[in-house]
């Protein structure tokens, strides 16, 4: 399995390619792409690779996560996929970023509801499979992509190098997040490569050892 990230719009939200390196299919996790040159880059990385893009997946809805879904969507024939709990962060994107002093014009397509995933679901391309982690608490519809076989794991906000997504959106949850966490993550071999919303990569052995979650 290969990876590519790309830190994209203002607020560096890691969007990720991931492919199997034989067949060439091909995931994009959370196409934060906004500016021009952004959606450029993305979708000149898939040519020159000769992608085929399977999937569009999102850990969760929150707008620095999504705001090149329509693009991804258009530019590459797929429907994006993401759990139902978190939709009205995308159906109120305007709103939303009005609150935080962001001003929006654009829509974002909503996710169907046969493109919703659930705990236990399972995302395939190639030779590679992501088993679907539902850890609700930074967003109501959070969810962790991981691959068992390569000990790999997407996880958007919930799990950051040294920290954990922040909960105090109204429809965030602590003690949720820190449960889901402990329970669904911190049980997974020590080796497993963490890949987050933001920031660098780290291993779940290390996360166990020195994440600020034990001082909560």
Partial sequence: MKIKQFQFND???NT??????????AVIIDPGCYYPQEEQALKQFVEDNKLNINHILNTHLHFDHIFGNNFAEE???????????????????????ASFGIQYNKSVNPIKPENFLQEGDV?????????ILHIPGHSPGSLVYYCKEENTLFCGDVLFKGSLGRYDFADSNGT????????????LPDNTIVYSGHGPSTTIGTEKVYNIIHSL
């Fill in 11 to 13: 607020i560096s939200v």
């Fill in 16 to 25: 990720y390619i991931v492919w199997d390196s034989q067949t060439l299919d």
């Fill in 75 to 97: 530019t590459f024939g797929v429907a994006a996929k993401a759990h139902n709990a978190d939709m009205p962060w995308l159906l109120q994107i305007g709103k939303r970023l």
């Fill in 123 to 131: 995302i395939r391309f190639g030779r590679h499979t992501f088993q």
């Fill in 176 to 187: 949720a997040l820190v449960q889901g966490i402990r329970q669904k993550l911190f049980t």
